[in-house]
């Protein structure tokens, strides 16, 4: 019976983590994908994206965006992205990529592929641009590396999240 409660523990606690990790490998590059709730409407949040800085260039089609993220910093003084003692790449290298942003009534889901670490310097040369993969990818590109599930996924999934989530409105307080 000790091992039952054990082994469910186990479990749960496994598909907790797979909930909070929006990583997935296809043809061995690496993707992020997160669905977000809205109240504002397919326009609002077309112009929304069309407006932020966030974007090189912007294509709408139908119910879809598309675009090139600029290089993009985690913030290494930001405790709830970076926490603490954050692995220097994810620190010390900007990212960049594909975004797709599919829009539904109430909803809108984000993927981020053909994601880049782009150098500032430090790590990588300045404005040399570097595969995901290359850093965070087994070889073979069937899984990802065991020192990225670590912390980098944990640190570029609250990134992401955050640099993808509407700002919700601010209730003034009386």
Do not use: C
């Not at 504002?40 to 139908?62: D, G, P, Q, T």
């Not at 119910?63 to 010390?92: N, R």
Request: charged share 30%.
């Amino acid at each position: 019976m000790k091992y039952l409660i054990i082994a469910i523990a186990l479990l749960t606690t496994i598909n907790l983590k797979a909930q909070e990790d929006h990583f997935s490998l296809t043809e061995g590059k690496g993707n992020w994908q997160k669905v977000y709730e809205t109240k504002k409407s397919k326009e609002e949040l077309i112009a929304h994206f069309e407006n932020s800085e966030l974007f090189k260039r912007v294509k709408v089609e139908e119910d879809k965006i598309m675009a090139t993220l600029k290089p993009q910093a985690i913030d290494k003084d930001d405790k709830a992205i970076a926490g603490s003692l954050p692995p220097p790449l994810t620190v010390k290298a900007n990212y960049a990529g594909t975004v797709i942003i599919r829009l539904k009534d109430n909803k809108y889901r984000v993927t981020f592929s053909d994601i880049l670490l782009v150098g500032n310097g430090e790590l990588i040369k300045k404005g040399e641009k570097q595969t995901f993969e290359k850093h965070y990818v087994n070889k073979d590109g069937k899984a990802f590396r065991n020192s990225f599930q670590k912390k980098p996924s944990v640190i570029y999934n609250a990134a992401f999240s955050r640099i993808f989530q509407l700002e919700a409105s601010k209730k003034e307080n009386w």
